[in-house]
């Protein structure tokens, strides 16, 4: 695959999408915004993806390679995670931009040998997941959902990038109807991650949570 046609994608005013040595970047506000895999693989290993808090709330018993939706794939990087533990992952991410930025990502992973195994199980689908749900042609096993949240951490340097795609896409706004979709698809599970101390999503009270001091997953059983 060779550079991306970014002729049909616009940009909100005062961001910009160039293409860079090192791959397809968000420039705007004084700042920088690349999909980069690579500063995941030290958390891709197999000794210690599979005890990554997410892949626990992820995991279906009996299930070897089990099928996850990200609903609000974003720049791939929990989808990744996933997939380094052999879920089987469809993203949907209905931004162009965002999109662009992954697919971006996505085709340097696939030239890396420390990525690629993880990266052939991941599929980019540019649609919004509320009307794609309902149309799936394989009936998932978990379902993602990661609602863009603007006080989930203080940490400055994720601020920055969230700052950035702030400008593309707000926070979820309909919450009932993303967590309807999700719920309608009939998965084994709803995964939905959080910030620690946030509120439910929708207001739905999950069957259990794992909580660590950055995230929390609610999983509703299905």
């Known amino acids: 695959m060779g550079e991306q046609d970014l002729s049909d994608i616009v940009c909100p005013p005062g961001l910009e999408l160039r293409q860079d040595p090192e791959g397809l970047t968000l420039v705007g506000d004084g700042m920088e915004l690349r999909g980069d895999f690579m500063r995941l693989l030290p ?3 197999s000794d210690r993806v599979r005890s990554e808090l997410l892949v626990k709330a992820a995991r279906i018993k009996g299930v070897e390679k089990p099928l996850v939706v990200d609903a609000t794939a974003g720049l791939g990087e929990d989808s990744l995670l996933l997939a380094a533990a052999s879920f089987r992952v469809q993203m949907y991410e209905r931004d162009p931009v965002i999109a662009a930025l992954l ?5 340097r992973a696939s030239r890396d040998e420390a990525l690629a195994s993880a990266v ?32 989930r951490t203080k940490s400055a340097l994720v601020k920055k990038k969230f ?33 620690p101390k946030g509120p439910y999503l929708a207001g739905k009270k999950p069957s259990y949570s794992l909580a660590g001091k950055a995230v929390r997953y609610d999983v509703i059983a299905c």
Do not use: W
């Open 43 to 45: 958390r891709l290993r």
């Open 120 to 151: 052939s199980r991941m599929e980019l689908r540019e649609q919004d997941s509320i009307a794609a749900l309902s149309n799936l042609e394989e009936a998932p096993d978990v379902v993602l959902l990661d609602p863009m949240f603007p006080e």
């Open 103 to 107: 697919r971006d990502a996505l085709e």
């Open 163 to 195: 700052q950035l795609l702030h400008h593309l896409e707000s926070p979820c706004e309909d919450e009932e109807a993303l967590l309807a979709a999700a719920l309608g698809a009939r998965p084994r599970k709803v995964v939905i991650k959080r910030p």
